[in-house]
């Protein structure tokens, strides 16, 4: 074995364990998303029957509704990059040769990433000043908005994350991948 290949297969073994950890964060906050969907549901149907059957609408229900509405879509969309569940326009990439379709691929799997993390530092920025402000949603029940900010960083650096080990294992070919001891993606 030489010292290149030597050294990249530890490379590999070190970020396997890593992907390992991220990739049990993407399936945690899909859960917690499917909690909010559920709780986005059953209080929906509450605000119905409360408003409706019984005439007396509650003031949390909606608040509350559309921050578990905002958690679903934010703490969901990791996994939709990591499964290649997101927006994929495939007609130009599918049109070329293969060797050029796989670099376009690259350069597009590495855009998104560049993109995820770069709005994920804005989000950031402005997470840091609803958090030290004390920034509630405007509404008749007061959130703190940094609940939510949190959750669209989290999911824009995972995205960025899961686009940027989809462009690694795209150099990766099934030969050279036999006896790692684990998946990078």
């Given at each position: 074995m030489t010292g290149a290949s030597t050294g990249s297969l530890s490379v590999?073994?070190?970020?396997?364990?890593?992907?390992?950890?991220?990739?049990f964060?993407?399936?945690?906050?899909?859960?917690?998303?499917?909690?909010?969907v559920a709780y986005l549901t059953g209080v929906l149907a509450w605000e119905v029957m409360a408003r409706y059957a019984l005439r007396?609408?509650?003031g949390w229900a909606p608040d509350t509704a559309a921050l578990a509405f905002g958690l679903a879509t934010f703490l969901a969309a990791p996994t939709l990059s990591k499964e290649g569940g997101h927006a994929d326009m495939r007609?130009?990439?599918?049109?070329?040769?293969a060797p050029a379709a796989a670099?376009?691929?690259r350069f597009?799997?590495?855009l998104a990433c560049a993109v995820c993390w770069l709005a994920a530092w804005f989000g950031y920025n402005e997470l840091l000043r609803?958090?030290?402000?004390?920034?509630?949603?405007?509404?008749?029940?007061?959130?703190?908005?940094?609940?939510?900010?949190?959750?669209?960083?989290?999911s824009l650096i995972s995205m960025g994350l899961h686009f940027l080990r989809h462009f690694l294992v795209s150099f990766?070919?099934?030969?050279?991948?036999?006896?790692?001891?684990?998946?990078?993606?």
């Amino acid at each position: 074995m030489t010292g290149a290949s030597t050294g990249s297969l530890s490379v590999w073994r070190l970020l396997c364990p890593l992907a390992r950890v991220h990739d049990f964060l993407t399936r945690l906050t899909f859960w917690v998303a499917m909690a909010a969907v559920a709780y986005l549901t059953g209080v929906l149907a509450w605000e119905v029957m409360a408003r409706y059957a019984l005439r007396q609408p509650s003031g949390w229900a909606p608040d509350t509704a559309a921050l578990a509405f905002g958690l679903a879509t934010f703490l969901a969309a990791p996994t939709l990059s990591k499964e290649g569940g997101h927006a994929d326009m495939r007609l130009v990439v599918d049109a070329l040769p293969a060797p050029a379709a796989a670099w376009l691929r690259r350069f597009t799997l590495l855009l998104a990433c560049a993109v995820c993390w770069l709005a994920a530092w804005f989000g950031y920025n402005e997470l840091l000043r609803v958090y030290q402000r004390g920034v509630m949603v405007i509404a008749v029940t007061p959130i703190p908005k940094w609940w939510l900010m949190s959750a669209i960083v989290y999911s824009l650096i995972s995205m960025g994350l899961h686009f940027l080990r989809h462009f690694l294992v795209s150099f990766r070919d099934a030969a050279a991948n036999a006896g790692r001891g684990g998946e990078f993606s």
